[in-house]
């Protein structure tokens, strides 16, 4: 769960320490004071979105750094050794900094991460639900989702829409290959005959090098010969020769050296010379010897090169990328010849079919047990949210010869009486309904995952009275098991809390920041009572906010 969230220099924020406790927590406070902007903060330390215009006035960048637990066994702790980020650790720290350059970046146990790495973590540490995401439940593609969330389908639906991806593919190929097959047959005759004069060139890159480096010395035979013979001439056969001279020399210091040992260290550098030097001497006549003016072969080699020069600029490429000519030629060829066979691609095509269908008929089967498990339960606790005699249904409509998704859409449907046929909950669903259908939805939703902490922010808008009282046990419930952190208006659902924090606005020199204070018992019955009484509370309304949280103490 969540135990740390340090926060600086972000919005209002100038710099805040969070400590966090178990069970169901209440973040409550004046419209404006910050309560959201704490939860935006923990968003981006779980990887979330981030823009420039977060970063408090006046400041150079914004810092929030987040600490949670880590389960003592289960995906995260692998995730984490397997990403080279620790895992044996019973913490896991998320830091996440923002630049006025706009440029943001994330550590993770202290190791410089990419953000998706940071995402990655996040989506395993904490779910948080906004305000308006009951809003989303009212498209299809959002309700196939959490269908399939909720029912641990993701894996499944990922191979289905890879299957579906593949068949679609051959599907598109067949009937390319029929509508065009007088074009598809001029491009593999001009293909064909484009490997086989890249074949017949056998350009090798190995040979190509060699050759370059055989012609250069060819062509410069001549020259080296001339060189070479210069060479031993000045070393030792011409009539002022460096080698002679350096013997006769080195014979001259040896005399002295046999009256003054000062001069060994001579003798020894220049008979070391001397040796150096009769060896490069037999080098280069060995050099000069093997050195053959052979016009024929440069004739040879010129006529190879031109060759491969010439086939480069036909194809616009440098000799060295000829052999990816050859292999893409290859590669489009055989794949325009099975194009041109109606019955391999009709073959293919099957079989791509086939083995679209086998995972996509499990996948309808288990999103029918699902619908039917989350419809009753919703409808179930439907009943308990001012909404007697209502049902909900999620209905999985057939889809001819199949779909990316599957064999069938998702439609949320829902009746608020009984007598009234069911119909699609983006059409009959009012917004404090919608908002109650929502709510139900999220929390049973959220009892089926991992994450050990829940975030709803402000879920409770449209709702109140007794139904707000009901959500805040829902709430009071799930923290039973994880943590449960909620942004909420209501004085119902925040007396149900464990523990309540308020946050409020303050000017300090001059600037507007905000404020958090946890708040003791006496504190939370100020807090209740204004969220109860408004401007003016009175000691009736005091009365009534410590009667609603002894009654849920």
Not at 21 to 44: C, H, N, P, Q, V
Not at 393 to 398: D, F, M, T
Request: net charge negative; glycine share 8%; aromatic share 4%.
């Amino acid at each position: 769960m969540l135990r740390h969230l340090t926060i600086r220099d972000f919005v209002i924020v100038d710099h805040l320490e969070l400590d966090f406790g178990a069970g169901f927590g209440a973040l409550t406070g004046e419209t404006g004071a910050g309560k959201s902007i704490l939860l935006d903060a923990l968003g981006l330390a779980l990887g979330g979105k981030a823009e420039s215009g977060v970063i408090r006035t006046g400041s150079a960048r914004a810092e929030i750094v987040a600490e949670f637990d880590v389960p003592a066994d289960g995906p995260l702790r692998n995730w984490l050794v397997e990403q080279a980020l620790g895992g044996e650790d019973e913490v896991i720290l998320l830091r996440r900094v923002l630049e006025s350059s706009g440029r943001s970046k994330a550590w993770l146990n202290g190791t410089p991460v990419v953000l998706s790495q940071l995402r990655m973590a996040g989506d395993f540490l904490a779910d948080i639900h906004g305000q308006h995401a009951h809003h989303a439940l009212l498209r299809g593609d959002a309700q196939l989702e959490l269908l399939d969330a909720h029912g641990g389908l993701q894996c499944l639906a990922r191979e289905v829409f890879e299957r579906y991806r593949d068949w679609s593919a051959l599907r598109r190929a067949r009937a390319l290959a029929e509508e065009d097959a007088s074009s598809s047959a001029r491009e593999r005759e001009l293909l064909g005959w484009q490997v086989g004069e890249l074949s017949d060139l056998a350009f090798d890159l190995d040979d190509w090098r060699s050759l370059n480096q055989e012609q250069a010395r060819l062509a410069h035979a001549a020259s080296l010969i001339e060189g070479g013979t210069e060479v031993v001439e000045g070393l030792a056969d011409g009539e002022y020769a460096v080698v002679p001279q350096l013997d006769r020399l080195l014979g001259r210091v040896a005399e002295m050296a046999a009256h003054d040992r000062q001069l060994a260290d001579v003798q020894e550098l220049l008979s070391g010379a001397s040796i150096q030097l009769d060896e490069a001497v037999h080098a280069m006549r060995r050099y000069r010897d093997r050195l053959d003016l052979d016009p024929e072969r440069l004739g040879e080699i010129d006529q190879r090169i031109q060759a491969i020069t010439g086939m480069a600029r036909k194809y616009r490429v440098a000799p060295e990328d000829l052999p990816d000519v050859l292999t893409e030629s290859v590669s489009r060829l055989e794949r325009l010849t099975r194009q041109s066979d109606p019955a391999a691609l009709a073959r293919d095509e099957a079989l791509a079919r086939e083995a679209f269908m086998q995972p996509a008929v499990a996948l309808s089967e288990a999103r029918r047990k699902v619908a039917a498990e989350l419809s009753s339960a919703v409808t179930e606790a439907m009943q308990s949210l001012a909404m007697s005699g209502a049902c909900f249904e999620i209905a999985l409509k057939p889809v001819e010869e199949g779909a990316a998704s599957g064999l069938e859409t998702v439609e949320f449907l829902v009746t608020a009486n009984a007598s009234q046929p069911l119909r699609s909950m983006a059409k009959v669903a009012s917004g404090g309904e919608l908002s109650r259908i929502g709510l139900a939805i999220q929390v049973i939703t959220s009892r089926s995952v991992a994450t050990p902490t829940l975030i709803f922010d402000e879920v409770d808008v449209g709702i109140g009275g007794r139904v707000a009282e009901i959500v805040g046990r829902l709430l009071r419930q799930l923290g039973v098991d994880r943590q449960v952190l909620c942004v909420t208006h209501l004085p119902q659902v925040a007396a149900q809390a464990d523990w309540q924090w308020t946050i409020s606005k303050e000017t300090r020199e001059g600037e507007t920041l905000s404020r958090v204070e946890l708040l003791d018992a006496s504190g939370r019955i100020e807090e209740i009572a204004r969220m109860l009484g408004g401007v003016n509370i009175t000691d009736t309304t005091r009365r009534h906010a410590a009667e609603m949280l002894a009654l849920e103490s």
